[in-house]
């Protein structure tokens, strides 16, 4: 299952950047009360707020689908007018995940990045499983806060430990 990329066609996947967006939100959602059209209330704002800033932040930034056989498996978004190149999001829909899609789509980030000389940074929560496997990738902590990890993988530091 080697997961390729296709530019982002708005609004015609708007649905698939909802559903990916609503999966990352999934422990909020649980602290929600239950009550009729709430949910779906919140993910409606939280998601606006997330693409105005992703917008305002990253604006030469490239939205990716996922797509393993055909079918759209996730999201990637990354800016790759900075330098480094700013790893901005990337999930994977529930139904995928386990698969090594998010591990092979960061490595093939990586590589291309690599490739041209160019540096990688991302920030990670720190209470994010994924932060270990960046570091697994060769990212290194450079900065951050108690919200935040800013990650950073440059072209001859460390490199990926190769996992059997």
Request: proline share 7%; aromatic share 6%.
């Amino acid at each position: 299952m080697d997961p390729a990329l296709r530019a982002v066609q708005r609004p015609a996947d708007d649905d698939l950047l909802e559903a990916v967006f609503a999966c990352t939100r999934e422990l909020e959602l649980s602290a929600l009360p239950d009550l009729p059209g709430l949910r779906e209330q919140f993910l409606g704002q939280q998601y606006a707020a997330h693409q105005a800033d992703r917008a305002v932040r990253w604006p030469g930034a490239d939205h990716h689908a996922i797509v393993v056989d055909g079918e759209d498996v996730g999201a990637l978004l990354v800016d790759r007018t900075a330098e480094p190149w700013h790893l901005v999001d990337i999930a994977v829909l529930p139904a995928a995940r386990g698969a090594g899609l998010g591990r092979a789509v960061r490595e093939g980030l990586v590589e291309d990045a690599g490739g041209g000389g160019h540096g990688v940074e991302l920030s990670v929560l720190p209470w994010n499983p994924a932060a270990a496997l960046y570091t697994r990738l060769g990212f290194e902590a450079v900065g951050g806060d108690e919200t935040a990890t800013l990650m950073r993988w440059s072209p001859g530091g460390p490199q990926p430990k190769v996992i059997e």
